[in-house]
């Protein structure tokens, strides 16, 4: 580590430690709105060909019952497609427009003007009343705390009733507080994106199809969901235009592909030890975790000065059971880790290694119901779990990715992790939020 | 306790016993024989594992080669081993598990010099740990031992074994083996009933099921890691479940104690039917024998047996007739004795007649005297108590000269003698008298008046039991086998009158015994002696109500 990067850690970690006020995510500072000249957060290089139909290649199950909120990076490109919130922050965490063109702040408020052209998928324009709606379904308090003036203004207060943290600005470009209404059919939320999806495509039950709302350059979007150890294949095959994996082994087959451009996407998530109250960690030598994956990772020591939304949740009432507090006997001595998930099982398996719960302690993978059964009751002597970097409130975001019992805990950082973007060459522009999210543009429209 | 339960008793334990020994003999052999052969079983098994394990560690040695070989050609590894941050870490860290994997193992770490983890196939987040023990203690082992593997999850038995190689001047370990779990021992354990473990002390990976039965045990080095890492010898215990032979000795108690109780049944009712058949007819005779008395010696003793039973049978029946003959001249003494009594009451009697005549003649005597001329009137006055003097010594004559008959000793025609006297009965009244007279039967010993003083008693008898004087008497005659007084006629008179009770039929044959007003009480009486005195028998069948049946056995005369 060199002595500017140490510096700043130490600053970050002075800065922290003498913040008394409630936990609130370390934010990109809000530098304005990007001009839209300006492409630093365009992936895709060189000459541009306009083409009607572009193919997503994913690896993880989309499942529409998760919309708007996604728990994954394929749901994360698909959603990002289909709805907004009203604003949104770029790789550099520019604020940009959602569906909200304006924003100011009024003394107490925070005041939203909604786009005009805004609509939803079945071409019924967006009000003030539907935003509250939707967010009264996923923040009740953020609800309240909204007045609408007229069908285009919203005003929101900075402090919720009562007091509490001030609402960042940032917060509103959340993917949880994206504006939907609910479908007819119960499928699909209806959204206000650039593209909706129009279902399977007939014959291939695994092909979704999102096409534009309004054409205005943009292709069709055919989504296809491959098995884990399948998207070599898919790129053998040409059938990936853009293709969004952290398999090692895929990106170094991809490199030597021609025609394709391997894009390092924004460390978007973290892998995390969970430590229920009377548990103590060892030592986790840090920079030794980095060999123990095999994705691309980087220590979460906080070198990059960045504050994830998760590092100081102990002071939220998080509310519901506290876990288990029986200390080592009433605990099982074991780490468990999500099966599916292969880096977590790599790390959880490094910590054993290492026995940094002690000696004797095993690693376990479950399915995914019962790791959240498991991690929810917190009879275990540590989790490991990966965290998508959020806007969001963090005891908001806490209460709903987090177990209740964790307010006593301890959440230890792991592992930066990121995805990468295997792009064909000449695809239609692709923007980079700041979450790593990628967002289809029309080669004319700005981000 | 009674014959007949002595009997089921010592037939039940003549049958029982021998089977119970054969039985438990059985088990014994059984058990014996089976167990021997689950040592030679397990015995044959241990000398397979212990060429199995050493085939195992062969096989093991040969992939370890393989994998050297493979390893110390293979420029990336050097590169990735021997130059820290080429950037072949990852490949460096897959390698073993990669190599673990083609190579068939469960089990495979590479250490360097230090004796540090560079690379491991069964935890391969386990690198940079120290473990400089285990290749030591698997080289004093002699290259292969039993270990715990380590992994995330849980550590599991395997069978070790050590090599090495030298790259760019450095000496690196592998250390390669085998899973030991359950499916590797049911692989050597040919059926369900043989259970293979593995004993490691203190702590026994399994232990033997309660069933089962140690048999033989085969050892081999188990390396204690930790603090203070050693060797101990780890234990392969062979056991062989006993659940089948405890099943087979159940089944063949089962069987046995049905056998048991089937044949303990059998035995029973055999024994039973024996017992009965045996005591039945000695029950028969004892009451028979119990009925015999001086009054009741017309039992008949008749059986046509070979056995015992049929000899004890004809004792008694020539006991009885012993008894009879002695009775008979008993009852001659006593009526020799009566004779005696007779006389003296004869003699009182006809005293007693005598002296109103005498005092009669007396009279005459005096009024001849003293006063003829009142001798006619004298005479007329008294001679009422004469005659009737007369009479009753007439009358005591007459008794007294049935008493004592005069038989002739000639051949009797029974038939013709009992047509004879029906033929004088004259009128019966409403009194039916039936003759059912045998055709053909030989003349009897006896002279024809005794014959019809018997028939004219017992007919007469007979009669005056009818109720009312209706009914039917029935006179019948026919042959006897006599096997006892030899062949003989019999005479049967049956009435359908009222019977005798036991009391009357024990006092009927006394003398001067009646039921009838006006009888003398000497009809039976004389009937009996007149029998006796023909070398007869006489029998009486009788029943209150039903009447009697009177059956008189006379000897035939000789031709």
Same mark, same amino acid.
């Given at each position: 580590?060199?002595?500017l990067?140490?510096? &700043?850690?130490?600053?970050?970690?002075?800065a922290?430690? &003498?913040?008394?006020?409630p936990?609130?995510?370390?934010?990109?500072?809000i530098p304005?709105a990007?001009?839209?000249?300006d492409?630093?957060?365009?992936?895709?290089?060189?000459?541009? @060909?306009?083409?009607?139909?572009?193919?997503?290649?994913?690896?993880?199950?989309?499942?529409?019952?998760?919309?708007?909120?996604?728990?994954?990076?394929?749901?994360?490109?698909?959603?990002?497609?289909?709805y907004?919130?009203?604003?949104r922050?770029d &790789?550099?965490?520019?604020?940009?427009?959602?569906?909200?063109r304006?924003?100011?702040q009024d003394?107490?408020?925070?005041?939203f003007?909604?786009?005009?052209?805004?609509?939803?998928?079945?071409?019924?324009?967006?009000?003030?009343?539907?935003?509250?709606?939707?967010?009264r379904?996923?923040?009740?308090?953020?609800?309240?705390?909204?007045?609408?003036a007229?069908?285009?203004?919203l005003? @929101?207060?900075?402090?919720?009733?009562?007091?509490?943290?001030?609402i960042?600005?940032?917060?509103?470009?959340d993917?949880v507080?994206?504006v939907?209404k609910?479908?007819?059919?119960?499928?699909?939320?209806?959204?206000?994106?650039?593209?909706?999806?129009t279902?399977?495509e007939?014959?291939?039950?695994?092909?979704?199809?999102?096409?534009?709302?309004a054409?205005?350059?943009?292709?069709?979007i055919r989504?296809?969901?491959l098995?884990?150890?399948?998207?070599r294949?898919?790129?053998?095959?040409?059938?990936?235009?853009?293709?969004?994996?952290?398999?090692?082994?895929?990106?170094?087959y991809?490199?030597?592909?021609?025609?394709?451009?391997?894009?390092?996407?924004?460390?978007?998530?973290t892998?995390?030890?969970? @430590?229920?109250a009377?548990?103590r960690?060892?030592?986790?030598?840090?920079?030794?975790?980095?060999?123990?994956?095999?994705?691309d990772?980087?220590?979460a020591?906080g070198?990059?000065?960045?504050?994830?939304w998760f590092t100081?949740?102990?002071?939220?009432?998080?509310?519901?059971?506290?876990?288990?507090?029986?200390?080592?006997?009433?605990?099982?001595?074991?780490?468990?880790?999500?099966?599916?998930?292969?880096?977590?099982?790599?790390?959880?398996?490094r910590l054993?290694?290492?026995?940094v719960?002690?000696?004797?302690?095993?690693?376990?993978g479950?399915?995914?119901?019962?790791?959240?059964?498991a991690?929810?009751?917190?009879g275990?002597a540590?989790?490991?779990?990966?965290?998508?970097?959020r806007?969001?409130?963090?005891?908001?975001a806490?209460?709903?990715e987090?177990?209740?019992?964790?307010?006593?805990?301890?959440?230890?950082p792991?592992?930066d992790?990121?995805?990468?973007?295997v792009?064909?060459?000449?695809?239609?522009?692709?923007?980079?939020?700041?979450?790593?999210?990628?967002?289809?543009?029309?080669?004319?429209?700005?981000p | 306790?009674?014959?007949?339960?002595?009997?089921? *008793?010592?037939?039940?334990?003549?049958?029982?016993?021998?089977? =119970?020994?054969f039985? +438990? /003999?059985?088990?014994a052999?059984?058990?014996?024989?089976?167990?021997?052969?689950?040592?030679?079983? *397990?015995?044959?098994?241990?000398?397979?594992?212990?060429?199995?394990?050493?085939?195992?560690?062969?096989?093991i040695?040969?992939?370890l080669?393989?994998?050297?070989?493979?390893?110390a050609?293979?420029?990336?590894f /050097?590169?990735?081993?021997?130059?820290?941050?080429?950037g072949?870490?990852?490949?460096?860290?897959?390698?073993?598990?990669?190599?673990?994997?083609?190579?068939g193992?469960?089990?495979?770490?590479?250490?360097?010099?230090?004796?540090?983890?560079?690379?491991?196939?069964?935890?391969?987040?386990?690198?940079?740990?120290?473990?400089?023990d285990?290749?030591?203690?698997?080289?004093?082992?002699?290259g292969?031992?039993?270990?715990r593997?380590?992994?995330?999850?849980?550590?599991?038995?395997?069978l070790?074994?050590?090599d090495?190689?030298?790259?760019?001047g450095?000496?690196?370990?592998?250390?390669?083996g085998?899973? =030991?779990d359950?499916?590797?021992?049911?692989?050597?354990?040919?059926d369900?009933?043989?259970?293979?473990?593995?004993?490691i002390?203190?702590?026994?990976?399994?232990?033997?099921?309660?069933?089962?039965?140690v048999?033989?045990?085969?050892?081999r080095?188990? !390396?204690?890691?930790?603090d203070?890492?050693?060797l101990?010898?780890?234990r392969?215990?062979?056991?062989?479940?006993?659940?089948s032979?405890?099943?087979?000795?159940?089944?063949?108690?089962?069987?046995?104690?049905?056998?048991?109780?089937?044949?303990?049944?059998?035995?029973?009712?055999?024994?039973?039917?024996?017992s009965? /058949?045996?005591?039945?007819?000695l029950?028969?005779?004892?009451e028979?024998?119990?009925?015999?008395?001086?009054?009741?010696l017309? !039992?008949?003793?008749e059986?046509?047996?070979?056995?015992?039973?049929?000899?004890?049978?004809?004792?008694?029946?020539?006991?009885?007739?012993?008894?009879?003959?002695?009775?008979a001249?008993?009852?001659?003494?006593?009526?020799?004795?009566a004779v005696?009594?007779?006389?003296r009451?004869?003699?009182?009697?006809?005293?007693n007649?005598?002296?109103p005549?005498?005092?009669?003649?007396?009279?005459?005597?005096?009024?001849?005297?003293?006063?003829p001329?009142?001798?006619?009137?004298?005479?007329?006055?008294?001679?009422?108590?004469?005659?009737?003097?007369?009479?009753?010594?007439?009358?005591?004559?007459?008794n007294?000269?049935? +008493?004592?008959?005069?038989?002739?000793?000639?051949?009797?025609?029974?038939?013709?003698v *009992?047509?004879?006297? *029906?033929?004088?009965?004259?009128?019966?009244?409403?009194?039916?008298?039936?003759?059912?007279?045998?055709?053909?039967?030989r003349?009897?010993?006896?002279?024809?008046l005794?014959?019809?003083?018997?028939?004219e008693?017992?007919?007469?008898n007979?009669?005056?039991s009818l109720?009312s004087?209706?009914g039917?008497?029935? =006179?019948s005659?026919?042959?006897?086998?006599?096997?006892?007084n030899?062949p003989g006629?019999?005479?049967?008179?049956?009435?359908?009158?009222r019977?005798?009770?036991?009391?009357e039929?024990?006092?009927?044959f006394?003398?001067?015994?009646?039921?009838?007003?006006?009888g003398?009480?000497?009809?039976?009486?004389i009937?009996?002696?007149l029998?006796?005195?023909?070398?007869?028998?006489?029998?009486?069948?009788t029943q209150?109500?039903?009447?009697?049946?009177?059956?008189?056995?006379?000897?035939?005369?000789?031709?």
């Open positions: 580590m060199n002595p990067r140490t510096r &700043c850690v130490v600053v970050a970690l002075l922290a430690a &003498c913040h008394a006020g936990p609130r995510a370390e934010l990109p500072p304005g990007a001009a839209p000249s492409t630093s957060c365009a992936l895709s290089t060189g000459a541009v @060909v306009a083409r009607d139909t572009v193919s997503l290649a994913v690896t993880e199950r989309i499942d529409p019952a998760h919309a708007p909120l996604p728990r994954n990076d394929a749901e994360r490109l698909v959603f990002a497609q289909l907004e919130p009203l604003l922050l &790789c550099q965490g520019r604020t940009l427009p959602g569906v909200a304006s924003w100011s003394g107490d408020h925070w005041t003007t909604l786009r005009e052209d805004a609509r939803f998928w079945d071409g019924a324009p967006v009000t003030t009343l539907d935003v509250v709606a939707a967010w379904s996923r923040d009740s308090s953020l609800a309240r705390a909204a007045t609408t007229d069908d285009h203004t005003s @929101v207060r900075r402090r919720a009733e009562g007091g509490g943290p001030e960042p600005l940032q917060m509103f470009a993917p507080l994206a939907t609910p479908a007819p059919g119960g499928n699909w939320p209806i959204g206000t994106g650039r593209f909706w999806v279902g399977a007939a014959g291939t039950p695994d092909v979704l199809v999102a096409r534009p709302v054409r205005r350059g943009l292709p069709v989504i296809t969901s098995p884990p150890d399948g998207a294949d898919a790129l053998d095959a040409g059938g990936a235009d853009l293709l969004v994996v952290d398999d090692p082994a895929t990106l170094e991809a490199a030597r592909l021609r025609g394709y451009t391997d894009v390092p996407l924004e460390w978007s998530r892998y995390v030890l969970l @430590v229920p009377g548990e960690a060892g030592d986790l030598r840090l920079e030794s975790l980095r060999d123990a994956v095999h994705g990772a980087r220590p020591d070198s990059d000065g960045a504050r994830p100081d949740v102990g002071h939220c009432e998080l509310g519901g059971p506290a876990g288990r507090d029986g200390g080592d006997a009433a605990r099982r001595r074991r780490i468990v880790y999500n099966q599916a998930d292969r880096s977590a099982a790599d790390l959880a398996a054993v290694g290492l026995g719960l002690g000696r004797g302690t095993g690693a376990a479950l399915s995914g119901t019962a790791f959240e059964s991690l929810r009751a917190g275990d540590g989790y490991v779990l990966e965290l998508h970097a806007v969001y409130d963090p005891c908001r806490a209460a709903t987090l177990p209740a019992w964790i307010a006593a805990g301890k959440v230890v792991l592992l992790v990121r995805s990468h973007a792009l064909r060459r000449a695809l239609p522009r692709l923007w980079s939020d700041w979450d790593g999210t990628l967002r289809f543009a029309s080669p004319s429209a700005s | 306790m009674t014959f007949r339960a002595r009997l089921l *008793v010592g037939f039940g334990a003549v049958v029982l016993v021998p089977l =119970v020994i039985g +438990l /003999r059985v088990r052999v059984m058990a014996n024989r089976l167990t021997t052969a689950y040592q030679q079983r *397990v015995a044959a098994l241990v000398a397979v594992i212990r060429a199995d394990l050493d085939r195992q560690s062969t096989g040695a040969t992939r080669d393989a994998l050297r070989d493979a390893a050609s293979d420029n990336r /050097r590169t990735a081993v021997l130059q820290a941050g080429s072949e870490r990852t490949y460096l860290l897959d390698y073993a598990g990669n190599a673990m994997r083609l190579a193992l469960a089990m495979l770490q590479i250490q360097d010099d230090d004796g540090r983890i560079v690379s491991s196939g069964h935890f391969r987040n386990e690198y940079d740990r120290l473990e400089r285990l290749p030591r203690l698997l080289a004093a082992a002699g292969t031992a039993l270990l593997a380590r992994t995330a999850e849980a550590p599991f038995l395997a070790a074994r050590l090495s190689l030298r790259l760019g450095r000496r690196f370990t592998l250390v390669g085998i899973a =030991v359950s499916s590797f021992l049911a692989r050597l354990a040919p369900s009933e043989l259970t293979i473990a593995v004993v002390p203190p702590d026994s990976v399994s232990q033997p099921e309660p069933a089962a039965q048999l033989s045990t085969l050892t080095p188990f !390396v204690v890691e930790g203070s890492a050693h101990v010898a780890a392969i215990v062979v056991t062989h479940s006993l659940a032979l405890t099943a087979l000795r159940r089944g063949v108690a089962l069987s046995f104690l049905v056998a048991v109780l089937a044949t303990g049944a059998i035995a029973l009712l055999l024994a039973a039917w024996l009965t /058949r045996i005591s039945r007819p029950t028969a005779l004892a028979k024998t119990a009925a015999v008395d001086m009054d009741r017309d !039992v008949a003793f059986s046509d047996r070979a056995d015992e039973i049929g000899i004890l049978t004809r004792l008694l029946g020539a006991m009885t007739e012993r008894l009879r003959a002695g009775a001249r008993l009852r001659e003494a006593e009526r020799r004795l005696g009594d007779l006389a009451q004869v003699n009182h009697d006809i005293k007649g005598l002296i005549i005498r005092n009669v003649f007396r009279h005459f005597a005096q009024a001849a005297a003293e006063s001329e009142r001798l006619a009137e004298a005479f007329r006055e008294r001679q009422p108590t004469v005659e009737s003097s007369i009479s009753y010594l007439e009358s005591l004559a007459g007294y000269a049935r +008493l004592s008959p005069q038989p002739t000793g000639e051949p009797c025609d029974v038939n013709a *009992v047509r004879d006297t *029906v033929s004088r009965l004259g009128h019966t009244g409403q009194a039916e008298v039936r003759l059912e007279l045998a055709d053909t039967i003349p009897a010993r006896t002279d024809p005794v014959v019809r003083r018997i028939l008693n017992l007919i007469g007979a009669l005056d109720a004087g209706a039917r008497v029935t =006179v005659t026919g042959p006897t086998d006599g096997e006892t030899g006629v019999r005479i049967t008179v049956a009435d359908t009158g019977g005798m009770t036991r009391d039929l024990n006092r009927a006394d003398d001067f015994y009646t039921t009838k007003p006006g003398t009480g000497l009809g039976l009486s009937v009996r002696r029998v006796l005195d023909a070398s007869g028998a006489l029998r009486v069948e209150p109500g039903a009447g009697s049946r009177f059956f008189v056995d006379l000897p035939v005369a000789a031709k």
